[in-house]
């Protein structure tokens, strides 16, 4: 059995400071391929233990050999601005290119977006003295997935034993080909909002989401009649959305004890 994977990353990163301003990019590209390659040899009736070929078996019984090989081809660029640690701005962009999908589909752009309030850090905020922080986050952003074999977008076909004809080799069609198959593809928005009070004492965490993914990659059964049992298809939807609470308390912190809760 061979298994060899591959993966080159290069980036190039900037940080810099103007002020009460910081700004920080990563710019870069990456490529990933992996092959397997594995062969199965059985065979019976061996005159001794001490002879280890196969072809040492006066009966040799089967042979297999599976052979795959994929390849992802990536662009990115993600920046973030920071003004005074009180508004915080974060964006991406990526390019992926997955060998898995339909020649005229294998490329998915990919965007995110988000950004930070601190409002604990406003002038009109400091008079509040329980009040140790206060912010409000919001992201939106895609995000695509190939999790799904080597060849689905391909019309396969198979040799051997099951596609010999009176005697002779022969060949099958196995896969039915899907040149429309593409990525799936996921939206995500994230609303929050945190509060800690009396000297971090007491904080408390309020996250929104709403998960909507689409073009789901499904093995979709067909008739047998066509020789075919499934195909590999871009079909139906799926969406998640609900909101997380989190509590934190200090009740009491001392040098012999401390008691917290969530």
Known sequence: MLFRSWLTT????????????????????????ALYDFTYVEGRNFSSDALRNVSSA??????????????LNSQFVRTNFRYKDRYIVEGSVRRDGSSRFGSENRYGTFWAVSGGWVVSEEKFMKGLGFLNQLKLTASYGLNGNDRIGDFPSLGLFGSGVASDYSGGAGLRPIQIANPDLKWETTTQLDLGISIAIL??????????????????????????????????????????????INLNTVNIQTKKFEWKTN
């Open 10 to 33: 290069n980036t190039l990163n900037l940080d810099r400071q103007f002020g009460d301003l910081a700004l920080g990019a990563v710019a870069g590209f990456s490529f990933e391929t």
């Open 58 to 71: 006066a009966t040799p019984t089967s042979t297999q050999n599976n052979r795959s090989q994929w390849a």
């Open 199 to 244: 000297n971090n004492r007491v904080s408390l965490d309020v996250n929104y989401y709403n998960k909507k993914t689409s073009d789901l990659l499904l093995d979709i059964p067909l008739p047998l009649l066509n020789g075919f049992a499934s195909i590999t298809r871009n079909a139906g939807e799926m969406e998640n959305r609900g909101v997380d």
